[in-house]
């Protein structure tokens, strides 16, 4: 999918919260190694590298676009890859994954490979959007249904995201000793309920993006608008409640 740095990021400010939430829960050990698995334009990366008093952090993406703003902040530590991020191997002491484990199916499998780059001691932490059942996700699927049938791409969140209390028991399961899951919401407030549309359109809309040509994905893009300020209303401000779910485990 080809994915825009400066459309996401429109919103940095309220998508850095859970970031820095899920870093919270990383117990400090000296000069880990680091891999930030979706680590987008590169640059919380950077901020992880330095928060964790890393010794190298590996940043891994898929978007060639993401990766070309990321190599500004290469250096000192610091290196970014292109890979798929659900068939990394490695080692590393701490796994990050903030907002990517959702873009890939069988999270039990991903999971149990990334633990497997885990010295005893090493940490996963993951953060995962949860939010499939808000209009934002619903009315999408179905115009995507009306727009493309059978070939219309799968919302990642409803197709491949547990529940939190799966994660907690694979965690379990792959030895992971101490650990938290929760499910968290975090309430955005936005300027108008529209604005909910240039949010989605930074992240679960590039799925449409990438198999519709430009002039037929911005019809697409109206017609979604209309539907789902209809369904929202017009409101000014407009309170986005937004599900995600957090999960750090350390092992041995």
Not at 43 to 67: F, I, N, Y
Request: glycine letters at 10%; aromatic letters at 10%; a negative charge.
């Amino acid at each position: 999918m080809t994915w825009d740095p400066g459309q996401y990021n429109r919103f940095s400010a309220e998508r850095e919260l859970p970031f820095w939430d899920l870093a919270a829960l990383i117990d400090p050990v000296p000069g880990p190694v680091v891999v930030d698995l979706g680590c987008g334009d590169g640059r919380l990366t950077a901020a992880l590298h330095r928060r964790l008093g890393a010794a190298r952090t590996l940043g891994l993406d898929s978007s060639p676009e993401m990766l070309a703003a990321a190599h500004e902040h290469a250096g000192g530590g610091i290196g970014f890859e292109a890979g798929d991020l659900s068939r990394w191997e490695g080692r590393a002491d701490v796994v990050f994954a903030n907002a990517s484990l959702h873009w890939v199916p069988d999270h039990p499998q991903v999971l149990r490979r990334w633990s497997q780059a885990l010295p005893p001691g090493g940490q996963l932490a993951v953060q995962i959007p949860a939010n499939a059942d808000h209009p934002s996700h619903v009315v999408a699927r179905a115009l995507g249904a009306e727009w493309l049938g059978p070939s219309a791409p799968p919302d990642p969140v409803a197709t491949n995201v547990l529940e939190p209390e799966r994660y907690a028991a694979i965690l379990d399961e792959l030895g992971f000793e101490h650990q938290s899951v929760r499910l968290q919401v975090y309430g955005h407030r936005l300027a108008t309920s529209a604005d909910v549309v240039e949010w989605v359109k930074g992240t679960s809309l590039t799925r449409f993006k990438a198999v519709l040509p430009p002039e037929e994905f911005e019809a697409f893009l109206g017609e979604y608008r209309r539907r789902l300020v209809d369904v929202l209303g017009p409101a000014e401000p407009y309170f986005y409640p937004f599900k995600r779910i957090l999960m750090w485990g350390r092992s041995g």
